[in-house]
């Protein structure tokens, strides 16, 4: 188990909490967010990095919507 699991004691067994993974989302799409604007916004980028920049923002931001392994999460998402 991770620390986005809890033991359900009926099934007895490791189940991935709901709310946590949520959380994780939540923290990534700030992040995200975040990078996103120092690339676009501080950074003296040409318009042709600022696209790409908004391309990768855009392909993790789908990960993100389709994906709830905390471990895929953090792995393809915080590098």
């Known amino acids: 188990p ?3 699991h809890i033991y359900n004691r009926k099934l007895k067994q490791w189940i991935l909490d709901d ?3 949520l959380d ?3 923290q990534i799409l700030n992040q995200l967010d ?3 604007k120092a690339k ?3 950074l003296n980028l040409t ?3 600022k ?3 908004e391309k990768e923002y855009n392909d ?3 990960i993100l919507s389709t994906i709830n392994d905390p471990i895929v999460l953090l792995q393809e998402l915080m590098e």
């Open 34 to 36: 975040e990078d996103l």
């Open 40 to 42: 676009t916004l501080l």
């Open 47 to 49: 318009t042709e990095q």
């Open 24 to 26: 994780l989302k939540k």
């Open 19 to 21: 709310n946590k993974v």
């Open 51 to 53: 696209t790409e920049a």
């Open 2 to 4: 991770t620390p986005y």
């Open 60 to 62: 993790k931001i789908s």
